[in-house]
């Protein structure tokens, strides 16, 4: 039966050392739309476990929109250059592009008797792995093109709009640039091992296109990731209201979800006001700041059927846990991070249903927290936002996710709060780990 409705269903995989999370718009239809992956986690468990998971039957049930046979990827975000978050993606695009070439020289092994004959498929992108788009037809060259676009804080140091990052981008990434007809276009390349007659050839095998002058950076900032158009210009942004106005009146996003960046690189939305919203204070703020106090009762596990977790729906024990209060400092690196919002259509509310911002330390998190917020001119204090669900940055650890965790409100009692697990590293704030469990499912509609 249809879904009267878009919607979004996001999944965490628990990928143990890292971060990593496939999120898919849905159509109406019960069709997919749009899908994005984020973050590949470190090495092997990510270039192993995100095949797995895609070749799962809880992910074979989705078909494409566009009537395709297996739903790929349209964007691939890497929120930011640590290993734990882009070396699993390194490992995943050479690993299926190894797997890809094996079985495109096992199935045309008569054709391709000779080097030359599979230089000119490498070159015409005819070696194509399950995991991106290309295009349907071969151009009036007889080349193919990939169509998965791929989105980063920054591809080099040197170029980062947040200066004295330091983090490389894996080596398996090649930042090229090249004329494509009239056209420059700026593409990352995988090197990728190709084993014919008896030989290992090193060669590239995958080239993801970086889209225009909104790649990287602060040009990421008003970006909907699931279409690659601009939902509204980083100044334009000057709350999520102002956001889901500008999707109601569009006829791109009058009735679908958008996957916003609202910070990349050191910079969010709305960085005029920044310095205005810091003097702001916060309607429940009292003369003791010092704890953060969470109900578990009110946070929900959401597990596929059959995980070693809780099952959907379970609730932990009605018990308050505290922490101290998250100060401090984190990496330039981390603070970098690409962090997002699904935003739905609205002409009363911002209407945001999950957020999550890769290992974004708690400065840049706490203005984004502000910038959510709604201001209240009678008391002149900020009211935060509420919001269905969140991944805690940096894995759930100190110093991110900001002393105001409590602020990031959840729109209902049974809200969601995600945490990927990380190995040998214990979160700072324990709330709902996924430990057992291949993925964290959560459904959202507008």
Request: proline share 5%.
């Amino acid at each position: 039966m249809a879904s009267k409705k878009h919607r979004v269903v996001s999944y965490h995989l628990n990928i143990g050392d890292g971060d990593c999370a496939i999120h898919l718009h849905v159509n109406a239809d019960d069709k997919v739309q749009s899908a994005v992956l984020i973050d590949g986690g470190r090495g092997e468990n990510g270039s192993k476990l995100i095949p797995e998971f895609m070749e799962s039957a809880q992910f074979q049930r989705w078909k494409r929109s566009d009537g395709s046979p297996r739903v790929a990827f349209d964007a691939i975000v890497v929120t930011h250059w640590d290993d734990d978050h882009a070396k699993g993606l390194a490992k995943l695009f050479c690993n299926s592009m190894e797997a890809a070439a094996k079985d495109y020289i096992q199935k045309n092994k008569d054709k391709l008797n000779k080097l030359p004959a599979l230089e000119a498929d490498i070159k015409a992108c005819k070696i194509q792995s399950p995991l991106f788009r290309y295009t349907d037809k071969a151009d009036s060259n007889g080349r193919f093109w990939p169509l998965t676009r791929i989105y980063a804080p920054y591809w080099t140091p040197a170029a980062s709009d947040l200066k004295n990052v330091d983090k490389e981008p894996p080596t398996e990434f090649d930042f090229v640039r090249r004329k494509d007809a009239d056209k420059v276009n700026d593409y990352i390349a995988i090197t990728t091992n190709v084993k014919f007659q008896g030989k290992t050839l090193e060669r590239n095998l995958l080239s993801l296109k970086i889209p225009g002058i909104a790649g990287w950076g602060r040009r990421l900032i008003g970006l909907d990731f699931f279409t690659g158009d601009k939902v509204i210009a980083a100044d334009k942004a000057l709350n999520p209201l102002v956001v889901s106005k500008e999707m109601a009146t569009s006829t791109n996003w009058s009735n679908k979800p958008a996957m916003v960046c609202v910070g990349s690189a050191g910079s969010i939305c709305d960085p005029d006001g920044e310095r205005k919203r810091e003097k702001l204070v916060w309607a429940d703020k009292d003369d003791d700041d010092s704890t953060t106090t969470i109900r578990f009762s009110s946070l929900q596990l959401i597990d596929p059927p059959g995980s070693l977790a809780n099952k959907a729906g379970e609730t932990k024990d009605d018990a308050k846990y505290s922490s101290r209060s998250i100060k401090g400092e984190t990496t330039l690196n981390n603070q970098a991070s690409v962090a997002c919002m699904i935003f739905w259509p609205s002409s009363t509310k911002g209407n945001v249903s999950h957020y999550f911002g890769g290992d974004m330390g708690d400065v840049y998190e706490e203005a984004i927290l502000r910038w959510s917020a709604t201001y209240d001119s009678g008391t002149r204090r900020l009211e935060p936002i509420h919001i269905r669900a969140m991944k805690l940055s940096h894995h759930g650890r100190h110093p991110t996710s900001p002393a105001s965790f409590e602020r990031w409100r959840l729109a209902d009692p049974q809200g969601n709060v995600l945490w990927c697990a990380q190995e040998q590293r214990p979160p700072h704030l324990v709330s709902c780990c996924l430990a057992g469990a291949l993925t964290g499912l959560y459904h959202q509609t507008g």
